[in-house]
């Protein structure tokens, strides 16, 4: 019997400390199929990382020798891999801190064989053709980016309607409405939002944030009765609701 290639099918790296935990989720991706890369700390990881393609990251958030959100940051500073956070945490702030960070879902311990399958196919097929290593095209060379019925580049930071005419933004919220595009239907705290306008040089509370959504609003506004172009969450922030396509 012909060994089958596992470079035919996504490979998985699964970085769990739980040497139970990480034998049950190894055997149910390989029973479907999949190729599954075992680390139980962070140095295998690294090391599994350097000689490896993967398609898509599982990572536990409590490590022996690292912390698991600090790793989905770096990977997704990289590449628009798949990543599944896992933690024994039903936390909501570490929920939401590792959905900010650019993880796709975070899935709570003890969870069955088929609830992970069914995640992992979904961001599977979310993020498909996307691996790691493969690093993220810079936004200034490159990406545009259409919502409804407007078009955004990101490199020369022109906002445009269907028909090409010019929305004037400011930089600020050239900024924010950036980091909605990067993360559309994801629930965004105002103190993210705040990081992402302060990175270049704007200065103002969290509430500052909502002055500069309620002003992409009133830009970007919308027909009477249709879904908000930007959601309030309260409690929370902001969710991004159109789905952004990249050109």
């Known amino acids: 019997m012909t060994e089958e290639n596992p470079n035919l099918h996504p490979t998985i790296l699964v970085l769990e400390d739980d040497v139970d935990t990480l034998d049950?989720?190894?055997?149910?991706?390989?029973?479907?199929?999949?190729?599954?890369?075992?680390?139980?700390?962070t140095h295998a990881f690294e090391k599994l990382t350097e000689s490896n393609v993967i398609d898509l990251f599982l990572i536990d958030l409590?490590?022996?020798?690292?912390?698991?959100?600090?790793?989905?940051?770096?990977?997704?500073?990289?590449?628009?891999?798949?990543?599944?956070?896992?933690?024994?945490?039903?936390?909501?702030i570490d929920r939401v801190v590792g959905l900010e960070i650019g993880a796709d879902d975070y899935i709570t311990k003890p969870f069955s064989p088929r609830e992970l399958l069914a995640r992992v196919q979904t961001v599977l097929r979310r993020t498909k053709g996307s691996t790691y290593p493969d690093t993220i095209s810079n936004p200034a060379d490159q990406q545009v980016v259409e919502f409804l019925d407007w078009t955004?580049?990101?490199?020369?930071?022109?906002?445009a309607?269907?028909?090409?005419?010019?929305?004037?933004?400011t930089t600020a919220e050239f900024y924010l409405l950036r980091a909605f595009t990067k993360a559309s239907n994801r629930v965004l705290s105002r103190d993210f939002l705040l990081d992402q306008v302060h990175d270049y040089d704007w200065y103002g509370s969290d509430r500052?944030?909502?002055?500069?959504?309620?002003r992409i609003r009133r830009k970007l506004k919308q027909p009477v009765g249709t879904t908000p172009l930007i959601k309030t969450v309260r409690g929370v922030g902001y969710m991004f609701t159109p789905i952004v396509r990249k050109r």
């Open 24 to 41: 049950e989720v190894s055997e149910a991706l390989s029973e479907e199929g999949f190729h599954a890369l075992r680390a139980e700390n």
């Open 62 to 92: 409590n490590l022996p020798d690292g912390n698991g959100l600090s790793l989905a940051r770096e990977i997704r500073g990289k590449s628009d891999v798949g990543i599944i956070i896992v933690s024994g945490k039903t936390s909501e």
């Open 152 to 159: 955004l580049d990101l490199g020369s930071h022109h906002l």
């Open 161 to 169: 309607t269907k028909d090409g005419s010019a929305v004037e933004l």
């Open 208 to 214: 500052g944030v909502d002055g500069l959504v309620s």
